[in-house]
């Protein structure tokens, strides 16, 4: 059974950080690109980041780029999400995905979910 479980998020003020992890469980992680996604009521589902197969490819949306850093850890199975330099605009519930191939800035192209958890930045 394949298993994404997110963890790290919670009520921060504008300018501080968080560290957001993707314990990932029933697959291959490194042979799997893991992606991070965001959400806020009324909007669509928003790329963050991901990295590819092995961390061979890093892609970062321009929301983000310069604040976010994604990183895998290839002994634990996780992904991190490190969020430095926090604004409003990142309050979401974000989510991890994982997919077999190469993957990408396309949810659509992801197989696996987590449940989410919820970031919160109050100006």
């Known amino acids: 059974q394949v298993q994404l479980v997110e963890s790290g998020g919670g009520l921060v003020q504008a300018g501080d950080s968080l560290r957001l992890s993707c314990a990932v469980s029933?697959?291959?992680?490194?042979?799997?690109?893991i992606g991070w996604f965001r959400q806020t009521p009324g909007k669509e589902r928003e790329f963050v980041a991901t990295?590819?197969?092995?961390?061979?490819?890093?892609y970062y949306s321009d929301s983000v780029k310069g604040r976010f850093t994604v990183s895998r850890d290839s002994i634990k199975e996780t992904v991190t999400l490190q969020m430095n330099g926090l604004i409003p605009e990142d309050t979401a519930v974000y989510y991890c995905?994982?997919?077999?191939?190469?993957?990408?800035?396309?949810?659509?192209?992801?197989?696996?979910w987590g449940q989410g958890t919820q970031v919160i930045v109050s100006s």
């Open positions: 029933g697959l291959t992680f490194a042979r799997n690109t």
């Open positions: 990295k590819s197969w092995y961390g061979v490819t890093t």
């Open positions: 995905a994982a997919t077999a191939a190469i993957g990408g800035r396309d949810e659509t192209g992801y197989d696996y």
